[in-house]
Nanobody, 115 residues
Framework: QVQLVESGGGLVQAGGSRRLSCAAS????????MGWYRQAPGKQRELVAA???????NYADSVKGRFTISRDNAKNTVYLQMNSLKPEDTAVYYC?????????WGQGTQVTVSS
């Protein structure tokens, strides 16, 4: 089992920045890729960014150039630095860890961007 705890959500004005953190614990040796997803009201959950243990990253087109995912393997923590936030970035953001047989999810953290 892997446990994920997110933090850093909140209310921010358009154009502002926010950093999300996700601390992993448990059977983390089985985890290679970690990522951030988001789900806005009435929409499907979508991938925002992902990072492998070697540091390879992948971003949704909508956040490229504004968001940066990073990983501190020593702390078992993944970060999502969000800059130039837009109202359409408003969503519940979920941390995910891709295991060998399943994906683990955090509880989610709300990010609200006001215009």
């Amino acid at each position: 089992q892997v446990q994920l705890v997110e933090s850093g959500g909140g209310l921010v004005q358009a154009g502002g920045s926010r950093r999300l953190s996700c601390a992993a614990s448990g059977s983390i040796s089985s985890i290679n890729t970690m990522g951030w997803y988001r789900q806005a009201p009435g929409k499907q959950r979508e991938l925002v960014a992902a990072i492998t243990s070697s540091g390879r990253t992948n971003y949704a087109d909508s956040v490229k150039g504004r968001f940066t995912i990073s990983r501190d393997n020593a702390k078992n923590t993944v970060y999502l630095q969000m800059n130039s936030l837009k109202p359409e970035d408003t969503a519940v953001y979920y941390c995910a860890a891709l295991g060998l047989v399943r994906t683990y999810w955090g509880q989610g953290t709300q990010v609200t961007v006001s215009s």
